[in-house]
């Protein structure tokens, strides 16, 4: 089944405290991204990846990381967590040159106290 | 003025009327514009793109482009409670490098 596969889907932690975020896709797609929706405010772009090695930032990047090191894998990082990034995360994929993102994970629920 | 705009609703309407959410955007040069369906508490879901001016036909769904007045709309027929959820609309904004923007969503509720 082709899938985007987030882990965790919920997590609580305390600021500062360095956490990853995984997404795993099964289809063989180039353009890997980050979103975190906030209410009113829509998903927003928090990174992207064109091909492995390759990512660039989104609108919100600042206080996370990615890397792309292998296709199939794209984890977004963040190094000291503060409560503004309390929010719900999106990873999304699809192949390059597709104008938009075709495939979500099942969201990553994160609150930071 | 926000790239794109969306009413936040809620939109009510009874089941098996004609659903119309709408759309605007900034960009005019944006040529690329996307509706995705997101149920509470799920991952949004691809259900329509449109590309050229005029209407696209899906099943229930119709898709509305209008650049010149910059709205695209999309249209659900018959509408059934299954369809009651967020509706985000999302353009290419091709002043960003063609970057997907999303507007903050539709909520759709229709009663049965």
């Known amino acids: 089944e082709a899938q985007v596969t987030q882990n965790p889907r919920y997590l609580i932690t305390v600021t500062g405290k360095k956490l990853t975020v995984t997404c795993s896709q099964n289809m063989n797609h180039e353009y890997m991204s980050w979103y975190r929706q906030d209410p009113g405010l829509g998903l927003r772009q928090i990174y992207y990846?064109?091909?492995?090695?390759?990512?660039d930032k989104g609108d919100v990047p600042e206080g996370y990381k990615v890397s792309r090191k292998e296709k199939r894998n794209f984890p977004l990082i963040l190094e000291s967590p503060s409560p503004n990034q309390t929010s719900l995360y999106f990873c999304a994929s699809s192949f390059a040159g597709i104008r938009t993102e075709a495939f979500f994970g099942q969201g990553t629920r994160l609150t930071v106290v | 003025q926000k790239e794109v705009e969306q009413n936040s609703g809620p939109l009510s309407v009874p089941e098996g009327a004609i659903a119309s959410l709408n759309c605007t955007y900034s960009d005019r040069g944006s040529q690329s514009f996307f509706w995705y369906r997101q149920y509470s508490g799920k991952s949004p879901e691809l259900i329509m793109f449109?590309?050229?001016?005029g209407d696209k036909e899906d099943g229930r769904f119709t898709a509305q482009l209008n650049k010149a007045s910059q709205y695209v709309s999309l249209l659900i027929r018959d509408s059934q409670p299954s369809d009651s959820a967020t509706y985000l609309c999302a353009v290419n904004h091709q002043e960003y490098g063609n970057k997907l923007v999303f507007g903050a969503g539709t909520i759709l509720r229709v009663k049965s």
């Open positions: 449109i590309y050229s001016n």
């Open positions: 990846s064109m091909n492995v090695e390759v990512t």
